[in-house]
């Protein structure tokens, strides 16, 4: 039990949650990356062709099939650990659509609840605060909420209570005149976030047991350094209303403070910091944690070659008994994606990697368990078969929130990004959401051909910081969009089927969506990279760290190093990715072969140089979750790190580590003669 008394002083986050930050996505837009734009819609072929096999497996997709598996999914509690019945149900329907299927058990430590950027404290002291031993009040926004209450513990405050703020909402909140759900598309005021605040930048799995595998007998250590050590909670936005009404009138004012989300939407609030004399905030906080098993489902396609392997997965525990967007609208898609390629597998299909020695690929559908408290059922998963992982796997694709509102959106490497914009011109996207004839159409809209580089708060953080190429997709709400009421007990069947996706339209057309990427990537005689665009996806973020760099204390640095690292790595990728072309065109099996195992094993290269400062399991020097973050990605972030924490020679140590390490995924990729 513990237990604060004391005055409450408020701090903002930036605008919009974690479901897709679409403000993010604008500056990221906005600022860089020119080059790295996709072309607009004249070019898309309309009505789209697709082959025998591709319309066999887009046909397959049954919007009432999914509407079933959607309401299996979101009728009982599924929280990690909770339902092992659930993960048996998973793996019967792979198995019914003909894969093999099993589930893999991993007891991690769980923590139950029995029940602010770093510049924003700076504004409050320099205005005189004194914030030790205060409790925080924090709005949801912008950065990972983990984050804010460890900014609160970094000021000595006594504890950190996060609510939900209209702000969050766009154009639909009921001062503008909607209704609140279940009568309508506003967020009902009563919905709080859930979720976990464990210190995600850090580390991601099982918090004692970082760097290894969990299971009955593994050794555990200290989860101190990743967790907080001041006790937080959510509150509904109708919950807040109270606190921030007595803070006003004390304290700098949103307007004086002039730092961005520090106003909210409600329209009669000031949104004073505080502290108000006299006004106390009591904090009652009982938690208790215990080492529990969770269960991955795991699903296989067997291909003729061993060696290598495609991954495709969610997490399937959720917050609540619903959890229909989160991660629910991403399980039911996976099972009507098994029974896609099930039709194929009646037909005696194999995945078609003939021209390999050693045959062909494997796909394996991963129904991942406790993603929620920390990535743990992936990442355990991950750290078991790590050196199968390693040697094996293409590809990394990830579906979490599938789909929570029409606004499609994807991040990942460099090199699988022209080929997914590709198979998103060939899917219809359904009618009622705007004159958007294709998939892509509705992409391009919604982020301007935007693709951003992975950071964390999914379950392909542990595949990607151990070098394996990675992507995650999904559909989110626009600010004109029904509010998607995020880890909240609304996230439910019936929101679903009333606003998110009426008809169930868009988890069929992101599920043929997923399903073509899986096909192509696990079947192409060349797996379908585009390694001149890796390379010019590396130019670009050596152009943001350049900024990063120019408006920090050292701007001096020397990024030498690095751009001559990166202009190697263009180098043979051209190269081979010409050579790639002339194997497929004189269907060369053995060059084919040789070809394809470098674009798989290639960036091993990024993840070679260690770990990253302060934070071992993330590897990859390309990018990772910003440490101020949370959930957006840094890029060469050990390098950031070190500027932004003012440490110049390390800074340099790492310009030349990571380029070391950008030049040995490029030394993969050359082909001798
Ligand atoms: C597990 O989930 C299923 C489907 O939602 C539900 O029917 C069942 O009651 C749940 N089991 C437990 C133990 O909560
Ligand atoms: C630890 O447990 C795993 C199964 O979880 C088992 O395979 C292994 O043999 C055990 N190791 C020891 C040293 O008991
Ligand atoms: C508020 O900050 C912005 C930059 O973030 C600046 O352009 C503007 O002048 C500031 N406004 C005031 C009133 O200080
Ligand atoms: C502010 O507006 C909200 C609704 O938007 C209302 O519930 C609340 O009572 C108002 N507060 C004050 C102090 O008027
Ligand atoms: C798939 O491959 C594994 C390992 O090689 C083998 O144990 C399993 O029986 C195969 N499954 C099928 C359906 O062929
Ligand atoms: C997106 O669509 C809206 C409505 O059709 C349109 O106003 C807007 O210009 C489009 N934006 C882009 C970037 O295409
Ligand atoms: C599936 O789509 C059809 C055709 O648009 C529609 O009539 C049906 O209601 C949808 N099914 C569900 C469960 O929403
Ligand atoms: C960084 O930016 C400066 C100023 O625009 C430019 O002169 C320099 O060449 C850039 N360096 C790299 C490595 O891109
Ligand atoms: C390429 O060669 C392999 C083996 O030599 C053969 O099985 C395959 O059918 C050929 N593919 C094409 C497209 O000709
Ligand atoms: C800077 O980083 C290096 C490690 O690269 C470390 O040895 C040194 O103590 C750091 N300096 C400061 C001031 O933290």
Redesign the pocket.
Known sequence: MYRALSAIVFFAGLANACQKDWDALARRSHHHQEHNRHA?RTEVEYPPSLSETESILVNSFDNTSISEWSYYYTHGDHLGSHNKSMAEWTAQKWRDAGLDAWLEEFPIWVTYPEACTREDFQVLMDAGIELKGKIALANYGGIYRGTKVKNAQDNNMAGCVIFTDPLDDGEVTEENGYEVYPNGPARNPSSIQRGSVRFSSLYSGDPTTVGWASSWNSSRGDTKPYNPSIPSIPLSMKDALPLLTALEGNGVSAEKANRSGWQGGFSNITYDSGPTPGALVNIDHLMQGYIAPVWDVIGVINGTSPDEVVVVGNHRDAWVIGGAADPNSGSAILVELANAFGKLLAKGWKPKRTIYITDSPVSILGSWDAEEFGLQGSTEWVETHLPWLQTTTVAYLNIDVGVSGPRTNFDGSGEIQTFVVEQMKKILYPEGY???ATLY?MW???T?GTISPLGSGSDYASFYQNGIAAIDIGSSNGKKDPVYHYHSNYDSYHWMSTFGDPGFKIHTTMGQFLTLIVYHIADDPLIPWDLPHAATVLSSYLSELNETVITSNSPDLDLTPLAEAIAEFTTQAERISKIGQQALAFNDTNMLGVVNSKYRDFPRGFASAGGLPGRETFKNIISAPGIDNGYGADVFPAVTDNINGGNQTAAEEWIEKSAEAVLRAAEILRITD
Do not use: A, H, L
């Open positions: 607009k705007g004159d958007f159409d391009f809209n919604s301007k």
